[in-house]
């Protein structure tokens, strides 16, 4: 089996949801929404205020729900077309759910200059922009076993699962060693 270990955070994740959804009570998932966090004003990189519920359950399974303006329409599409080959997984899911998801990825899609290309792999961690903010992260941080991949977004963004990446909300992931600290310091 591929990248496991990468899964390890899942049932965090998933408690963090679960705990959301009771709170936010019946009306919205009678209507097939979660509330997400609030909708800040940083260029779309948070979540939109309404994610259908399929989102958060299916697509928060293996790894934080992925806020859709982090990358452009064209590679939500591709993976939407390819989740029985997702990134070494099988993530497929019935033709209905995804129709729905692929719908609300490609409204809420990235438009800004930066998501003008689709990053290799269709990965938001082979995005210029991502490569860009991370760039004072020394090489040995992401090999760390509490970080295991850059798409773990919430290893250093304690509030990752929200779709809150501000650097007010940054996180130490286990073992950061004080040498490597720069970059959460600025
Ligand atoms: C069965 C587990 C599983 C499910 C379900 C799943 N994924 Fe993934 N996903 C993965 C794995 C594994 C990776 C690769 C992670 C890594 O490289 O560390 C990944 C990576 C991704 C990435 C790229 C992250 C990066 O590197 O920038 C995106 C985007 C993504 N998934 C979106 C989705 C969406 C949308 C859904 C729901 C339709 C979904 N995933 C459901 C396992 C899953
Ligand atoms: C190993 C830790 C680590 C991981 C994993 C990580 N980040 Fe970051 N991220 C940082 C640090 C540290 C900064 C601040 C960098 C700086 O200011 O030099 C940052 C900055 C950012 C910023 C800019 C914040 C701002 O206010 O300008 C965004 C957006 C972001 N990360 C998104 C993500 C996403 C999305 C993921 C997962 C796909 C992710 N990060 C994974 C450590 C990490």
Redesign the pocket.
Known sequence: MPRLPHLINAPFTLLSHGRRLTRTGGWMALLGLAMAGPALA?HG?SMPAQVPKAYVQECAACH?A??PG?LPSRSWRNIMNGLDKHYGVDASLDAATVKQLNAWLQANAGTSKRMAEAPAQDR??RSA??LR?????APA??K?PS?K?????????SR?DQGD????R?KH?AGLEPRWR???N?
Not at 149 to 157: F, I, K, L, Q, R
């Open positions: 940083d990189r934080i992925y806020p982090l938001i961690t922009w991502f903010k991370h760039d004072d992260i941080v992401w760390l970080v991949s850059a798409a773990n977004c919430a290893a250093c963004h990752a990446f501000d650097e007010d940054l992931p720069r970059a959460w600025d």
